[in-house]
């Protein structure tokens, strides 16, 4: 069964770091686009970045001075760096995977097939 699972989060406060993890479980990992997503209470999704085969990451506007992401495809493992978090950063993050041959841009969260349980980061002020 293909699945994710997220750790790292937790409660921080302003200003602070956090790395978020994440490592498959029986999925074969390379041609899939991976990304990460939040909810925050009361809120719509929003998807921060996403990151293909190639290695190559694109963050959100809204958060790409902040936040990074990056793959260890030895590990099988998907990463969200957080540097100075905010508390409007509070929600629950995910990731999420579809299998597209390895490429990345343009996917709906609707087409995201797989989803972690997430994993749920406070920021305090």
């Known amino acids: 069964q293909v699945r994710w699972v997220e750790s790292g989060g937790g409660s921080v406060q302003a200003g602070g770091s956090l790395r978020l993890s994440c490592a498959a479980s029986g999925l074969t990992y390379s041609g899939y686009c991976l990304s990460w997503f939040r909810q925050a209470p009361g809120k719509e999704y929003e998807e921060i970045g996403f990151?293909?085969?190639?290695?190559?990451?694109t963050v959100a506007d809204s958060v790409k001075d902040r936040f990074s992401i990056s793959r260890d495809n030895a590990k099988k493992s998907l990463y969200l760096q957080m540097d100075s978090v905010q508390p409007e950063d509070t929600a629950m993050y995910y990731c999420v995977s579809v299998r597209t041959g390895g490429w990345c841009g343009g996917l709906r969260r609707d087409q995201y097939k797989i989803w972690g349980k997430g994993t749920q980061v406070t920021v305090s002020s």
């Open positions: 990151i293909g085969d190639n290695g190559h990451a």
